[in-house]
């Protein structure tokens, strides 16, 4: 099942259905965005100039796409392929990426990942700092 803050967020954007899709930078995730968020990245992207690098990204991220219902208690059906794919079971890790999206692990994937992220914690908030934030 959806965690709660989730199923608000769908809420306040008036979504019932979500888009399940390939990630990038991992094999081991999906994106999840919520219908109205799919819709307006899929129209910034279609503006872009198609160059090769931009039309394997639309077969990759769009074309992968499969718009899922949310049902009353909060569960989405992840499609098999996709599911299968990134070694999903009974078991899900749900994490908010942004304010546009989420992301589904297998929660060992997701693991190994924070382990990562933590080993190099200080080469990520340089890049921070020089972003500006």
């Not at 219908?35 to 074309?63: C, T, W």
């Not at 219902?69 to 942004?98: E, H, M, T, W, Y």
Request: proline share 5%; hydrophobic share 40%.
């Amino acid at each position: 099942m959806m965690p709660k803050r989730f199923r608000d967020r769908l809420v306040a954007l008036g979504d019932k259905s979500v888009w399940i899709t390939n990630a990038l930078g991992s094999p081991n995730h999906l994106d999840v965005r919520p219908n109205s968020s799919f819709q307006e990245y899929f129209e910034r992207v279609s503006r872009l100039k198609n160059d090769p690098m931009i039309v394997d990204f639309k077969r990759y991220y769009f074309g992968s796409a499969i718009e899922v219902d949310v049902d009353a208690a909060g569960r989405i059906l992840v499609p098999a392929q996709l599911r299968n794919r990134c070694g999903l079971s009974d078991k899900i890790a749900f994490v908010g990426a942004d304010i546009g999206r989420f992301e589904l692990w297998n929660p060992a994937d997701l693991d190994t990942r924070f382990d990562e992220t933590a080993a190099n914690s200080a080469a990520h908030q340089a890049h921070l700092a020089d972003m500006g934030v």
